[in-house]
C-alpha cells in the first residue's frame, strides 16, 4: 500500500516565459504553488482551489488551463505563459494596454487569468463577438467588475492586434510593472460603471 505521508522528489522541468526551469519537486506539488511559491511568480493567484473562480489560470502549450488542479508534473517539459510573460521588451501586450485603457478591472485579483485567457482568445480569433469572448471567459470568476468592460478590453486588444500593434510601451501608457501585479490591488483603476 502506498504511504501518502512520504514522497520522493522527482524533477520537473518547464519553460516558464521563455526560461527553462529545472525543479526538485514532491510529486503532489500542484501546477499554482511551484509557480508562485517554487518561481516567485506571485501574478498567477489562488482563489477556491477547486477549478471554480479561474485565478490561476496560465497558458500551457498556448491553452488556458487552471493551475490549482494540475500537479506540477503534469507539466513537465510543457511551455508555460503567466501575466509576467505577457509584456515583452518593455512593451505590454496589447491586451495589457487595452484594460487599463477600457478600465477592464477594479481590484485587480481576476485579472491576470483573463488577459491570459483573452490572449489565448486573440491568438485564434483577433476579431472575436461578445458571445465568443463571453465564452472564452465564463471559467473566470470576477467578483468586483462587471464584464462589459472586460469584453470591451478583449474585444480593443483585437483591435489594436488587427492595426499591428504588437504591444504598447509601458512609458507610453502611463503604466508602471506594479500596475499590472495584481498582488497590489489598490493601485488598479477604480471602475464607475459596472454591468
Ligand atoms: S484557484 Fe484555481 S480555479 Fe480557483
Ligand atoms: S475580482 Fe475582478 S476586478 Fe476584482
Request: proline share 3%; hydrophobic share 35%; with cysteine.
Amino acid at each position: 500500500m502506498t504511504d501518502l505521508t512520504t514522497s520522493t522528489a522527482v524533477t520537473v522541468t518547464m519553460t516558464v516565459n521563455g526560461v527553462e526551469h529545472s525543479s526538485e519537486l514532491d510529486p503532489r506539488t500542484l501546477l499554482v504553488d511551484h509557480i508562485r511559491t517554487g518561481l516567485g511568480l506571485t501574478g498567477t493567484h489562488i482563489g477556491c482551489d477547486t477549478t471554480s473562480c479561474g485565478v490561476c489560470t496560465v497558458l500551457l502549450d498556448g491553452k488556458p488551463i487552471k493551475a490549482c488542479t494540475m500537479f506540477a508534473v503534469m507539466a513537465d517539459g510543457a511551455e508555460i505563459m503567466t501575466v509576467e510573460g505577457l509584456k515583452q521588451n518593455g512593451e505590454l501586450h496589447p491586451v495589457q494596454a487595452a484594460f487599463k485603457e477600457k478600465h477592464g478591472l477594479q481590484c485587480g485579483y481576476c485579472t491576470p487569468a483573463m488577459m491570459l485567457v483573452g490572449a489565448a482568445l486573440l491568438e485564434e480569433n483577433d476579431d472575436p463577438g461578445d458571445d465568443e469572448v463571453r465564452w472564452a471567459i465564463s471559467g473566470n470568476l470576477c467578483r468586483c467588475t462587471g464584464y462589459m468592460n472586460i469584453v470591451e478590453s478583449i474585444q480593443e486588444a483585437g483591435a489594436q492586434m488587427r492595426a499591428g500593434s504588437n504591444g504598447v510601451e509601458a512609458d507610453d501608457m502611463e503604466l508602471q510593472d506594479e500596475q499590472t501585479d495584481a498582488d497590489r490591488p489598490k493601485e488598479a483603476t477604480m471602475q464607475e460603471v459596472a454591468e
